[in-house]
């Protein structure tokens, strides 16, 4: 059909819908309607509900059980801590202890043994509160031989608070302790707690449950991901049905205004990328949000001026990374550009190489070749410096944060106002506060290159379909053949008429052959014909129904067709030819090759009639492929059969054999013949000479030679007066 003046659509060189997987920086794909887009993918989830919600549940599941972990696993430090502290406190305190009874004890044995020498007796202390303070202490039980820890605690905090009224004598220096009544308060609840002992039973419960919680946090993912992915491949299966269904039912022109690629990259690599949205960035999505809400609430439990200090950071990685995003966005976006046109070029060059060595082309081909990829070169190199800026620069961010947590939590620790483990419970939450962000904003992105993707689907579910058969549609059971055109009018474009008031009338057995310029409206007659396009004005009618009348099934099973433009698919050369007709035996398959003399060549072939052909059939010639459209057409035995050029790609001595068979073939036929090549069709009864979308001469050969009109010009344009006379 490519000599018809039909009407071109744009479209991307290589279909490619899909969103860009990459982080900050590259490119988005914009839906023209993002809410009403949107909104119509989300009605694709809706019978898949109940599934959702169940996805919903686990991954908050999951998200809690990782969030608290870190909380849970402070717990354990704290209480290693507190042991720490509870025996370093009790060793410092019994070592003061017994080392200050020992000095008071020497002190007295002193005062007796000067005091019966006659000698001068050491100066005591006169003041009342000091010595009671001294009666006290020494009336205290001795630390290493009391084992509870309530009592530990008590005289450990009975000689805290009478150390402040000894004398600093009584004090030794090496052995004095200076605490905050913070710290104090802090130690002697850990020793009523601990006893001084590391509880290992406790930290191993505490490692048992973290093991129990990841371990639930990691089935619960697990299942999300598997009920998540049922629901993301049943959700675009229906998808595909739904596009594979509209496919089918779109007419011809549709295809004609789209190129091929881009209908592709619709079905295939834009309802992928809505699939891998679904499956992993929904939940993605869900996890993101709660563990920023799960974050936050966990350093708001620890400590609110932390949490203040990592708010502070916060602006700074919005302006940084919006700053960043904006630069590197031109630069990704002149990268997908020159990849573009880079894999064009690399595509013409291969495909048309025999081409580009004749004329010796190779040089400019490669510096052609070259001035793309050193642009590209320099677009990609400049998009991932700028956007590869982005995470040390967020670690940097993060760092500052970290080192204002780091000595605030210490200065807290020293004062017994927070736990080791609870600081470092907060440092681990500050440290991956930023990722849930990060991913919330690449999600965005994804989330808004899937809604465009998907709007490229919904743009051919929308597309308008062919008019629907009648409710009483005609099934004609015999048909002979008879086509008669009654004043048809048609045009591609409403201001561009193509064809005006044709009358044609093709009784049946007969053979009509059109010719004609490029663009005339050869092939546009046969589409009219089998209805790929519906005519303006005017009826076509076969054996005196008009076609509109006619399910289109019934229609098209009337038609047998053999293109210049040779169509196979992979697979054996016995299942291309069985394609024309349904049940079709093996015999029935030779004998149609054997009347297209195709049987020959096939049976050369190693593997014969189930050699198979591959997807571009290229391990057999163009002519070999001709003649098995043609069987293929045989076999169909159809009533009213279309040559759009068949024998163009044959050579002269197959074009002849072909010649006869199709004669046969043609017996009782109504035959349309398309041809360029005026030498294959001077026996037809009829030649219809057409121009512009018009029917300018008609008659056979010899008639219309005679007029000397349109005809006559192109026919002597290819034969030559001394050709003729031979």
């Known amino acids: 059909m490519s000599e018809e003046r039909r009407p071109q659509g744009p479209g991307p060189r290589h279909g490619g819908g899909g969103g860009f997987g990459g982080g900050f920086g590259a490119p988005v794909q914009k839906a023209k309607n993002f809410k009403g887009s949107l909104k119509r993918l989300i009605r694709y989830l809706k019978p898949h509900k109940i599934n959702l919600i169940i996805v919903v549940i686990f991954a908050v599941a999951s998200t809690i059980f990782t969030i608290v972990a870190p909380k849970v696993a402070a717990k354990a430090m704290n209480k290693l801590q507190d042991g720490y502290m509870a025996k370093m406190m009790i060793q410092q305190m019994t070592a003061v202890q017994n080392q200050v009874v020992q000095q008071i004890n020497e002190q007295m044995k002193l005062m007796q043994n000067q005091s019966l020498a006659g000698g001068k007796t050491p100066q005591i202390p006169t003041d009342a509160e000091t010595l009671n303070a001294l ?41 004095t302790i ?4 913070d710290q104090i308060n802090g130690v002697i609840r850990a020793i009523r707690e601990t006893n001084g002992k590391y509880d290992f039973d406790y930290i191993g419960m505490i490692v048992l449950i973290l093991l129990g919680m990841y371990f639930i946090s990691a089935v619960f993912s697990l299942i999300m991901g598997l009920v998540m992915s049922g629901v993301s491949q049943r959700t675009v299966r229906d998808m595909r049905r739904q596009v594979d269904l509209k496919l089918s039912k779109l007419p011809l022109k549709y295809f004609d205004k789209h190129p091929h690629g881009d209908i592709l990259s619709r079905v295939t690599n834009d309802i992928d990328t809505i699939a891998t949205t679904l499956q992993q ?24 001026v932390l949490t203040l200090i990592v708010f502070v950071t ?10 960043i995003a904006k630069k590197s966005q031109k630069y990704f976006a002149a990268q997908q550009k020159e990849l573009g046109q880079l894999s064009g070029h690399v595509e013409e060059m291969y495909t048309g190489h025999k081409i580009v060595k004749v004329f010796g082309r190779e040089k400019d081909s490669i510096e052609t070749f070259e001035r793309i990829n050193e642009r590209l070169n320099t677009a990609g190199w400049k998009a991932q410096f700028i956007s590869g800026i982005m995470f040390p620069l967020m670690n940097f961010i993060s760092n500052l944060g970290y080192v204002g947590i780091s000595i605030v939590g210490g200065i807290w620790i020293t004062r017994n106002l927070l736990g080791l483990g609870d600081i470092l419970a907060f440092i681990q939450y500050s440290r991956s506060f930023t990722m849930p962000i990060t991913q919330t904003a690449n999600i965005a992105n994804v989330i808004q290159s899937t809604v465009a993707c998907a709007e490229r689907v919904f743009e051919i579910l929308d597309e308008e379909e062919e008019i629907p058969d009648k409710a009483n549609a005609q099934v004609m059971d015999m048909p002979k053949g008879r086509v008669s055109f009654e004043h048809v009018a048609f045009s591609y474009e409403k201001d561009e008429p193509l064809i005006e008031d044709m009358n044609l009338e093709v009784k049946p057995g007969h053979t009509v052959a059109i010719v004609g310029p490029t663009g005339a409206g050869k092939t546009t007659l046969v589409n009219l014909l089998m209805r790929f396009y519906e005519i303006d004005e005017g009826a076509i009618r076969i054996d005196g129904v008009d076609i509109r009348d006619i399910r289109r099934s019934e229609l098209r099973q009337m038609f047998g067709m053999v293109l210049q433009d040779t169509w196979l698919f992979n697979g054996t050369i016995k299942d291309n030819i069985a394609y024309g007709k349904q049940g079709a035996t093996m015999e029935d398959i030779v004998q149609a090759a054997e009347a297209a003399h195709a049987d020959h060549f096939i049976r050369t072939l190693p593997d014969g009639y189930d050699t198979i052909l591959n997807e571009e059939a290229t391990n057999i010639s163009q002519g070999q492929k001709q003649l098995l459209t043609i069987a293929r057409a045989i076999l169909a035995d159809p009533t009213i059969l279309i040559l759009d050029e068949a024998t163009s790609s044959v050579d002269t001595r197959t074009e002849v054999l072909i010649q006869k068979a199709m004669n046969n073939l043609m017996q009782d036929r109504t035959n349309f013949v398309i041809a360029h090549r005026l030498s294959t069709i001077r026996d037809s009864e009829l030649i219809l000479v057409m121009n512009q979308g018009k029917i300018v001469e008609m008659g056979n050969h010899q008639e219309l030679l005679a007029k000397g009109g349109f005809y006559a010009d192109l026919y002597y344009s290819q034969f030559s007066e001394q050709s003729l006379g031979a």
């Open 135 to 175: 009666q006290e202490f020494m009336k205290l039980p001795m630390l290493s031989t009391v084992t509870d820890p309530n009592q530990k605690a008590d005289i450990i905090q009975k000689m805290l608070a009478l150390s402040q009224k000894m004398p600093a004598s009584s004090q030794t220096g090496k052995g």
């Open 178 to 181: 200076t605490l905050t009544q």
């Open 281 to 304: 960035s929904l939940t993605q999505v869900i996890t993101s949000i709660f563990t920023i809400i799960g974050y936050i609430i966990m350093m708001l439990t620890i400590s609110p």
């Open 314 to 323: 916060l602006p700074l990685y919005i302006i940084s990374t919006t700053a």
